[in-house]
């Protein structure tokens, strides 16, 4: 079986990364409810295949420069870098595109030259040229021109439409129904007794949710309350069973009786999922073998680290920073907590997607613990790639709809004696005013392009996270961030108003400020709050503080959400360790 999941898991890489260096990534960045459906389209999106292609034209065409090297050499020392099971794609492309790229980066024509004559990159009627980079000398137009002129003939490039549609193939139509399944359900790949737990890390795994400790009894999974006191075996995965042999006494019930046992579960978007593109991916000067080998696992967790992020993270942090999370602090607050955790997000996840999403949601109101519900779709209402942003955005009366749903349903699936926690929208911008003039990682080498530049040409091909906080545009950059306190005041007039029968609701603004205000104490800058690749989601150091102020916030205005403090912690430590880990 372990064969036979490694080996599925290869061939899962293998085809994103031929998405990835076809057609920008397997997780374009999220923008509001335009986000991708959930299907794997015959075709990706053209505004997401011309990022793609720049972004891999630059980086092959730095890495030249920095080794000293031809650009041919450049692109299979970027295929070496790559895990080497998953190389053999990367060079049936550097077969096919490599020659072209070359010819036309020896000509000194740039990144966006390439791809436009490569027809990765398309003009629509009546639409500007989208570039990254300032127009050659001769012109745009011009340069493109004389760059189709010179692969006029190629017969190689005519033959590469052939993977506009990768799931067509015979062999590739199976993987691709998974992967669709995985998509579309946001539930784990592998769950053999279908209890929506996994111990499997990735596709929707323990990355995600508690770690299963019997993938095939439907009765024994995280959060649930012990069966018999867990007197032979561990129904809860909490690491806590058997017997005392001093009194007879189980341990589950001399630990774990009557302590506020709870769970923790987040309903959010991409940056409570945790997006991350790691910056050495893109930075040649920090660029090895080493950088990309935890390619694989970002692919198949959607390009998210829910495993550090700030709800839901367990795990040391290996992307910068530190790892806090509430989960963290609630198990060592009552260590029966253990592997309690749900991170159901989605990137491009907004309070219209999250209807179907929460459906995914673990919780028998019968047999499990109460849980901790933190609501926090707090940009994609108000972001979206469209040149008309405005008209897109969810209206508040569109948002009190949307979230009423959702906490109906949350009433009948939540056991009594649960809390919701609803956050409000951030203010982005913080973002413009703290990255516009900066050198984003692709331009450091150069020092050629900044964060603006990047937001301009994301605008342009309307593949933007947020058009609305991420432009010069000062009035829209208003507008955004004044319809986002609507709808944070409709979330806080339903934490105020509304009443029901198994949890009570609370509200919080986004603790930006107050992020930013501590991080300066540190002696840190604003601009290392955001993700350095797409400029636009939290990065791991506002995630470990934004978790501090949350719970202390918790704590002093709502202790009764966080339950006691666990007498016996210590005493739990001491006979189980780490209780299984996680």
């Known amino acids: ?140 137009s011009t340069a493109i021109w004389k760059a189709k002129r010179i692969l006029k003939t190629s017969k190689d490039l005519k033959s590469t439409t052939r993977f506009s549609n990768l799931c067509a193939f015979p062999l590739l139509a199976k993987l691709c129904e998974k992967i669709k399944y995985v998509i579309r359900n946001k539930l784990p790949f592998e769950d053999f007794d279908g209890d929506k737990f996994s111990t499997f890390p990735t596709l929707r795994g323990y990355h995600w949710r508690g770690r299963d400790c019997d993938d095939r009894n439907t009765t024994v999974y995280p959060g649930r309350r012990p069966d018999n006191w867990d007197v032979k075996s561990d129904s809860n995965c909490n690491g806590i069973w058997g017997v005392d042999p001093k009194d007879g006494i189980p341990y589950e019930e001399k630990f774990c009786k009557g302590v ?120 994609n209402d108000v972001c979206n790639g469209n040149h ?51 050198y984003h990682p692709l331009g450091q080498l150069n020092r050629d392009i900044t964060y603006s530049q990047l937001y301009s040409f994301l605008n342009c091909l309307e593949v933007s996270p947020c058009n609305g906080w991420l432009t010069p545009n000062e009035t829209l950059r208003n507008l955004t961030s004044e319809r986002a306190l609507q709808l944070s005041d409709v979330l806080k007039e339903i934490a105020r108003s509304e009443k029901f029968a198994n949890f009570d609701v609370f509200y919080m603004d986004f603790p930006l400020r107050q992020t930013a205000e501590e991080w300066r104490k540190m002696g840190g800058e604003p601009w290392q709050l955001i993700e350095p690749v797409d400029g636009f989601h939290p990065s791991q150091i506002a995630a470990a503080l934004g978790t501090s102020i949350t719970w202390q916030k918790a704590l002093h205005e709502w202790p009764q959400v966080l339950g006691k403090e666990n007498p016996f912690n210590d005493q739990i430590e001491a006979i189980f360790k780490d209780q299984g880990g996680h």
Not at 73 to 91: D, M, S
Not at 393 to 406: D, F, I, R
């Open 1 to 140: 079986m372990r064969a036979s999941r490694q080996t599925f898991l290869n061939l899962f890489c293998i085809l994103w990364l031929l998405l990835l260096l076809k057609a920008a990534s397997c997780s374009p960045l999220p923008s509001g409810d335009d986000s991708p459906p959930p299907l794997l389209p015959s075709g990706l999106y053209k505004g997401h295949t011309c990022v793609g292609c720049v972004l891999v034209v630059s980086v092959t065409e730095q890495l030249a420069q920095w080794h000293n090297s031809t650009v041919k050499a450049a692109v299979e020392r970027l295929c070496n870098y790559i895990p080497e099971k998953l190389q053999g794609f990367c060079y049936v492309l550097a077969e096919l595109y490599g020659p072209h790229i070359a010819e036309l980066i020896d000509r000194e024509m740039n990144a966006d030259v390439v791809c436009h004559s490569l027809r990765l990159c398309k003009q629509d009627p009546g639409q500007p040229l989208c570039h990254l980079y300032p127009p050659p000398k001769v012109g745009l």
């Open 260 to 379: 506020d046992s709870r769970g923790v579960v987040l309903l959010g978007d991409s940056a409570g999922a945790h997006f991350h593109i790691p910056p050495e991916w893109m930075t040649v000067t920090q660029m090895s073998a080493k950088s990309f080998a935890n390619l694989p696992m970002a692919f198949t967790d959607e390009l998210d680290w829910p495993q550090f992020s700030e709800i839901t993270g367990f795990l040391n942090s290996t992307i910068g920073g530190w790892t806090d999370s509430l989960y963290l602090r609630l198990r060592r607050r009552n260590r029966c907590n253990h592997r309690d955790l749900q991170n159901i997000s989605q990137n491009g996840g907004s309070s219209r997607s999250l209807l179907n999403l929460m459906k995914s949601l673990a919780r028998n109101q019968l047999l499990d613990n109460p849980a901790i519900v933190i609501y926090a779709t707090i940009g």
């Open 388 to 438: 008309d942003t405005l008209a897109h955005m969810t209206t508040p009366k569109e948002m009190l709809s949307n979230v009423m749903q959702a906490l109906r349903y949350l009433d009948s699936r939540l056991p009594n004696g649960s809390h919701v926690i609803l956050t409000g929208l951030v203010d982005g911008r913080f973002l413009w005013d703290n990255l516009h003039d900066r």
